[in-house]
């Protein structure tokens, strides 16, 4: 059993900062790309960063600059730290990890269960 947990999600006022994590638990083997996304009411979900392992992180262009996103390779955990928040960031943020189970020659792709963030004043 494998299992993404989020923490961090909450109300934020516009410009303010916010860091989500996100840790992976379970039989995992090995984990190749984590990442973030988001989904807002009456939306798609959208890529917001995606870290890939030993390769280059990508961003959408809606948070380039704003927004960073860390992992920490030995606790299998993912970090979105989130500054200079705008209204149009609040959405669900789910976190995404391709992994390999123990016992499973493939990767498969897992989801959180996603973070609600709220920007308003």
């Known amino acids: 059993q494998v299992q993404l947990v989020e923490s961090g999600g909450g109300l934020v006022q516009p410009g303010g900062p916010l860091r989500l994590s996100c840790v992976a638990s379970g039989s995992i083997a090995s984990i190749a790309d984590m990442g973030w996304y988001r989904q807002a009411p009456g939306n798609q979900r959208e890529l917001v960063a995606r870290?890939?392992?030993?390769?280059?992180?990508n961003y959408a262009d809606s948070v380039k600059g704003r927004f960073t996103i860390s992992r920490d390779n030995a606790k299998n955990t993912v970090f979105l730290q989130m500054n200079s928040l705008k209204p149009e960031d609040t959405a669900v943020y789910y976190c995404?990890?391709?992994?390999?189970?123990?016992?499973?020659?493939?990767?498969?792709?897992?989801w959180g269960q996603g973070t609600q963030v709220t920007v308003s004043s």
């Open positions: 995404n990890a391709q992994l390999r189970r123990y016992g499973s020659a493939s990767y498969e792709n897992y």
């Open positions: 870290f890939p392992r030993g390769g280059s992180v």
